[in-house]
């Protein structure tokens, strides 16, 4: 046995010695606290012999714990998420009443329910030793994956994987280009810097179009094409529904279109793998996929993902302690901002502790282990999408310190995947890159004391409300959250069919975008419509401070931008004179161009003030990190793509539009003897995956 594997198996021995010491000591104290549990016989014991009882116990739990867990799992897939938790703590129990059977003597007992109680207790005690002594031991994750990678070879019928390289395509959901290069510069994301310091991987921005979110971007890239995509959320007169990215049917409508539109199935439509997205991208094998989400009945699996995770308790416990870590980490940095009078400051309180950590921690352990697993199968495409980052940024903003930890627990999570491709059956390329950035700045109710629907109304001649009603912030994890419950996913306020007087308008606000409509109307109105019906209404708009620019349709020049002091420039004339839009840069011109030719395109598109100077927006919504318009960081992603691909534009050009992105990507997937994307678009609906399991998932990130 040579040196490196004999320190290995050494530090594995040592590992797992202490665990059962810990969970000796463990057993030890609960014997003590608890009347229905004892490890001595009726007569009494010595000390040595109770000692000697609960070290034979808690080997026994361990041993029990190892064997006959892997062989549940299949079987806790089938049971409901409502009482896959009671389920699992029952069963351990149950074994830990196993384990004391096996004690000889009988001097091991305790009664159901205080079994269960032990049993969980131990597990969390073993997981945090375990836990606490591997986590910065490579070895250990090198040496588990390893084993993992051999047992999936040998069962597999060809003995070996694919020769030619699969890709992992990694989203860091919200993180913008420069926030990545400045957190490689100090050191924040160590694996990411190697990545760049090694010269295997090519650093590329690119250009969101104006709807920079999530919803948008990410159809782009995975499905071809975001046509008519022209916010988060938008009001579509044809059907009066109002269409949000985050709801299971707006997404599953939102593919279908797409898939309509380009005439093949995404860009994952053999042997590929969609984790935690909005979309599918025509994978065969999908979880925590919201577009699959919309469907009923026992076909949809999108949520196994959860059942598998969770169904082994060493990971139930770890995530759990991890979740209330960082439930508490979140109430100390907003108690720590509120103390110290932070600004720009939005309200944190109510849910949003354990939306975020659901974003943080539970999210992200479960697509990891995902992905993982998907390595471990030899896949031959993978997409991810990791929301922690873009959560925190929305609340702490994109450059806080808060935002910058998220950052250092998503490197270590890409470190885990890493180590994992190494023992894949066949190669992996990593492509790491992210669907928008986020653009800080107050919001625009902070900073003028009303809203954009208050605004509106004003200038609308109606009564505007003492205080008018949020829009929800965090949107994706908010999205996530209750689909994992297997809640309906509806923002508060917004219905399929707004109740509001058809007379009076619907704001919608994405990020710094808003989108003013008028349902009674049946086409977009027209300027001069608009302004017989409410002549103070545009004025008041183009030429409040926190307005950047309008967009809306003139009868007599077409598409105008319109801005203070009465500008008014067609799109045609945008390049010559950018008026309004010169501070949005070169290409703001062509986006708007882009929205404007939309079937559901508002019928007045509103961007906020933007300050080029210091980058920042002023959002609609309660975010002081925000994104989907136009202005700064939010507009500038990034591709972090292995040179072995061809580069993704040619030298000089940028590369602009979510829809690029997806033809770059198809061709290095073409490169590497990967998919053939394009497909009949009538194919069945892609098949929800329940193959990995919790046996096969490596420890995560035990930071917490």
């Known amino acids: 046995m040579g040196e490196g594997r004999w320190r290995r198996f050494a530090g594995t021995w040592w590992r797992s010695i202490a665990v059962w010491a810990v969970s000796t000591v463990t057993m030890l104290v609960l014997a003590g606290i608890l009347p229905d549990f004892q490890l001595q016989s009726d007569n009494g014991d010595s000390a040595t012999r109770i000692a000697v009882t609960a070290a034979l116990g808690a080997g026994a739990f361990g041993i029990l714990s190892a064997l006959v867990w892997p062989l549940l799992v299949r079987a806790l897939l089938l049971v409901p998420a409502l009482v896959l938790g009671l389920v699992v703590f029952f069963l351990n129990g149950g074994l830990l009443l196993f384990a004391l059977a096996l004690v000889p003597d009988g001097r091991g007992e305790a009664n159901p329910e205080t079994a269960v109680v032990v049993a969980a207790v131990m597990s969390a005690v073993a997981s945090a030793t375990g836990g606490a002594l591997a986590v910065r031991d490579d070895d250990a994750y090198r040496r588990r994956l ?241 929301v922690a980052y873009d959560e925190v ?96 996913v509806e923002e508060g306020g917004e219905k399929h069919r707004p109740a509001s007087r058809r007379s009076e308008p619907i704001v919608l606000a994405s990020g710094n975008l808003g989108l003013v409509s008028f349902p009674d109307v049946p086409h977009r109105m027209s300027k001069e419509e608009i302004d017989a019906r409410h002549p103070a209404l ?66 007045i598109m509103v961007n906020s003030w933007y300050d080029p100077a210091e980058g920042e927006v002023l959002a609609f919504e309660e975010q002081i990190g925000s994104h989907g318009g136009l202005g700064g960081a939010q507009g500038h992603p990034f591709l972090l793509a292995p040179k072995v691909f061809s580069p993704p534009v040619a030298k000089g050009a940028e590369l602009v539009g979510a829809q690029q992105v997806h033809h770059v990507l198809r061709r290095w997937l073409r490169e590497g003897s990967g998919p053939q994307v394009p497909v009949d678009k009538s194919r069945h609906e892609p098949a929800p995956d329940a193959s990995f399991t919790a046996a096969t998932v490596p420890p995560q990130d035990k930071s917490a």
Request: charged share 25%.
């Open 146 to 386: 390893y084993r993992l990678a051999d047992r999936r070879r040998r069962r597999g019928s060809a003995g070996a994987g694919p020769s030619t390289p699969g890709t992992v395509f990694l989203q860091l959901d919200g993180v913008g280009h420069d926030v990545l290069r400045d957190a490689v510069d100090q050191g924040v994301m160590p694996t990411v810097g190697a990545f760049l310091g090694a010269g295997t991987h090519r650093l590329t921005p690119w250009r969101t179009d104006w709807s920079s979110q999530t919803g948008a971007s990410q159809l782009g890239i995975l499905h071809g094409s975001n046509y008519d995509v022209p916010a988060f959320r938008w009001y579509e007169k044809d059907t009066r529904e109002i269409q949000v990215s985050n709801r299971p049917t707006s997404a599953a409508e939102l593919q279908r279109r797409a898939i309509e539109h380009t005439g093949d199935g995404g860009l994952l439509t053999l042997d590929g793998a969609s984790r935690g997205n909005l979309f599918s991208g025509g994978a065969e094998q999908v979880a925590l996929v919201l577009s699959v989400a919309a469907r009923r009945g026992r076909e949809n699996r999108s949520r196994a993902g959860y059942f598998a995770y969770f169904s082994d308790p060493a990971n139930a416990v770890r995530t759990a302690l991890s979740f209330v870590a960082e439930v508490g980490r979140e109430v100390g940095q907003s108690t720590r901002a509120r103390l110290t009078r932070q600004r720009p400051r939005v309200g944190r309180g109510g849910l949003y502790p354990f939306i975020r950590a659901f974003a943080t921690v539970v999210e992200r352990d479960v697509v990891v282990a995902a992905v993982v697993g998907d390595l471990l199968a030899g896949r031959s495409a993978v997409y991810a999408d990791l």
């Open 538 to 603: 545009l004025p008041t708009l183009a030429n409040h401070p926190g307005i950047g620019f309008l967009l809306v349709r003139s009868e007599e020049h077409g598409a105008v931008v319109l801005g203070a002091r009465g500008a008014e420039i067609p799109l045609a004339d945008l390049d010559e004179r950018p008026g309004p839009l010169a501070d949005f840069g070169a290409h703001a011109a062509d986006a708007v161009r882009r929205t404007d030719s939309f079937p559901h395109t508002a019928d």
């Open 393 to 488: 940024a929305h609340h702490s903003g994109p450059v806080s310190r808060d935002a910058e930890k998220v950052l250092a627990r998503l490197d270590r999570s890409l470190a885990l995947i890493a180590k994992a491709a190494e023992h894949a059956p066949r190669p992996y390329r990593i492509v790491v890159l992210s669907d928008h950035g986020q653009s800080p700045g107050e919001t625009f109710r902070a900073r003028y004391g009303l809203g954009l629907q208050d605004l509106v109304r004003a200038g609308c001649g109606l009564p505007v409300p003492r205080r008018a009603r949020r829009t929800h912030s965090g949107a994706e994890a908010r999205a996530a959250v209750r689909t994992a419950l297997r809640r309906p």
